[in-house]
């Protein structure tokens, strides 16, 4: 590799680190607003390494966290917009079952921020979702506007707006190095290049990115077990490609809660995973030992027996995806306090693909220096104590 000094140097408005869902949206903000903006990502893509990758996710009205709840109707709004820029469809409406104890704190929040929403009957919630059976205590949550986003299909379509509005994306770069000041010094495996602000969304790269700016942000990363499912009998429409989703909460034999999506990426195999996952070095990833324990395949095929019983009670297929939990679940979206030039947008915990317009929204705000949309005070690092350090 040819010396540091000897690689090709610029400088931009604006450079992310991370095109992930966050990172990119953050980059085509950014883009919209004019500003010569660079989005680097360490791999080449498209691929599978981070936590965006997959055909389906999850976008819903209802949440616990009213902090969330309100951020949605713009999120709806602004997938919407790009769908139209984009002129293709990243949304399949299906509508979504929140499943639980009657009762249940989370599911009573969650039945508020959809205005006292409908809680479905069990003749009613056989009838839209044959599939599911529910148990005595339990009760249905009915989101009409929930349903899937395409995901591989909406990362490419964003990155691609970023583009079109004047952007640079370049991947197969590896950040090697941050040089804080007014000017901001990046190094990559393949270049050297300086902004006046820099947003760091690298998934679960994040904490070893900012450690030598000295901030130890409390992220675990987590491999998570993305199962499908055979259906026992593949022409019965339970589960099938209509079918809402489902999400569980409360629930004792799942305290992380269970998600579904009904059968659109692999034909007759429908999507249920476990909502949390095993600790694991994201370089190392794929170096679990073959038949090393998965404790969370054991929980769905119990779930599955008792709630699903049209399928068969052992995946047909296993991917893996990550997971950046911080030790509430809710994300970090703050400057750094040592540096307010640098951003940083991490810890987004298994559930903020759905968010991700609003997110990068957020993040080219602080950017600029202009007050956020809404209040950040859910999201700040200073809820973490002890997380400053001497640099290294």
Known sequence: MAALSQLIQAAYDAIVIGAGIQGSFTAYHLAQRHRNTLLLEQFILPHSRGSSHGQ???IRSTYAQAAYARMMPESFRLWQQLETEASTSLYRQTGLVVLGPAGDPELENCRRSLD???ILDPTTLAQRFPGLRTHTGEVALWDGTGGVLFADRALRAVQDAFCRHGGTLQDGEKVLRIEPGTMVTVTTSAGVYQTPRLIIAAGAWTGALVAPLGLRLPLQPLRIDVCYWRKKDPGSPDMGRDSPCFITTGLSQAPHSVYGLPALEYPGLVKVCYHY???IDPEERDRAPPGAPRPSIALLSRFISSYLPGLETEPA???TCLYTNTPDEDFILDRLPQYSNIIVGAGFSGHGFKLAPVVGKLLCELSLGEEP?????PFAIARFPNVL????
Do not use: C, F, H, L
């Open 56 to 58: 389906s996710r999850i």
């Open 116 to 118: 006292d929403g409908e």
């Open 277 to 279: 996952g095993s600790p």
């Open 317 to 319: 297929v296993v991917e």
């Open 373 to 377: 949309s809404y209040s950040m005070a």
């Open 389 to 392: 350090q001497a640099a290294v």
